[in-house]
C-alpha cells in the first residue's frame, strides 16, 4: 500500500472515528488460543452493571461506562487492529500512561505528555505537526487522537443502545456479542463488541460509510492484565 500524507490522514481519521466506540479487532467472534495473561480472573466493574444474556439490551452510556471501569485496573495490555486493511499492533501501560501503535503507515509511541512519530523511510522523531515531511506532518498532528485507539478510554464516548445477541470465545473466556449503532462525529457507525462477564472488551468490529466508501475497524486484545514495557525510542 502506498502511503502518503493523504493516505496516513485518512488512515487515522477513520480509525479516530470509527474508534470513538471502541481501539481496535477480529473479523468474527471465534476461539482463541490462550494468550499470556488470559487465564487471570479479572474484578467485576465497581458499577452497578446489568448482567449480560442473550436478547438484553443496554443502554450505550451504561456499557461504555462498565468497560471503561472493568478495563481501568490492570497491568496493561496488548492488541492488534486493522484499519482499512492496514493492520497494525498496539500496546497499553495505564500506569504509565503509555501507548504504542506499530503500523506499516506510521507508527506512535506516546508516555505522558511525549509523543514520537516514525514514517515507513524514517527514524523515531519528536513529534512535529510543522515538518516538512508529510507523513511526519499528518503522524503528528493526529497523536493527539491516539488515545481514542484505547479500548477503556474510547468506551467512554458509547451512545444509543446495545443488544446482546449471542456468544463466543476469547483468550479462552466466554465473551458476549453486543451490537449497536451510534453516532461518530456525524457518522453512523455499526458496532459488535466482544466483552466478558466482567465487560473487559476483548474485541471490537466497528464499521461506517465515510465519503462512499466502507470503511472498517477491526481490534483484538491479544494478551490482557500483563504490564507493557513501552520505552521512549530515542
Known amino acids: 500500500m502506498r502511503v502518503n500524507k493523504w493516505g496516513v490522514g485518512v488512515i487515522l481519521a477513520a480509525a479516530v472515528v470509527l474508534t470513538g466506540c471502541t481501539a481496535g479487532g477480529s473479523d468474527e467472534p471465534a476461539a482463541s488460543t490462550p494468550a499470556s495473561g488470559a487465564t487471570q480472573e479479572t474484578e467485576a466493574p465497581s458499577t452497578d452493571c446489568p448482567e449480560l444474556t442473550e436478547g438484553a439490551t443496554i443502554?450505550?452510556?451504561?456499557?461504555?461506562?462498565?468497560?471503561?471501569?472493568?478495563?481501568?485496573?490492570?497491568?496493561?495490555?496488548?492488541?492488534?487492529?486493522?484499519?482499512?486493511?492496514?493492520?497494525?499492533?498496539?500496546?497499553?501501560?495505564?500506569?504509565?500512561?503509555?501507548?504504542?501503535?506499530?503500523?506499516?503507515?506510521?507508527?506512535?509511541?506516546?508516555?505522558?505528555?511525549?509523543?514520537?512519530?516514525?514514517?515507513?523511510?524514517?527514524?523515531w522523531q519528536p513529534a512535529d505537526p510543522s515538518s516538512s515531511d508529510p507523513v511526519i506532518a499528518a503522524l503528528s498532528s493526529s497523536a493527539a487522537n491516539i488515545t481514542s485507539l484505547d479500548p477503556a478510554t474510547a468506551a467512554q464516548a458509547l451512545t444509543g443502545e446495545f443488544t446482546v445477541t449471542g456468544t463466543g470465545e476469547r483468550l479462552g473466556e466466554k465473551v458476549h456479542l453486543l451490537t449497536g449503532t451510534i453516532e461518530q462525529q456525524g457518522t453512523e457507525v455499526e458496532v459488535l463488541f466482544e466483552v466478558t462477564d466482567d465487560y473487559v472488551n476483548l474485541a471490537s468490529t466497528s464499521t461506517a460509510s465515510i465519503e462512499g466508501q466502507s470503511l472498517e475497524v477491526a481490534m483484538e486484545i491479544t494478551e490482557w492484565d500483563v504490564k507493557q514495557d513501552i520505552v521512549a525510542p530515542l
Not at 69 to 92: H, L, N
Request: proline share 5%; aromatic share 4%; hydrophobic share 35%.
Open 59 to 123: 443502554d450505550g452510556t451504561e456499557l461504555g461506562a462498565c468497560i471503561a471501569d472493568a478495563m481501568s485496573d490492570t497491568a496493561g495490555y496488548a492488541g492488534k487492529t486493522s484499519v482499512m486493511g492496514v493492520e497494525s499492533t498496539a500496546r497499553f501501560n495505564p500506569s504509565e500512561k503509555a501507548i504504542e501503535s506499530i503500523s506499516p503507515a506510521g507508527s506512535l509511541i506516546a508516555i505522558g505528555d511525549d509523543v514520537w512519530v516514525k514514517s515507513p523511510q524514517t527514524d
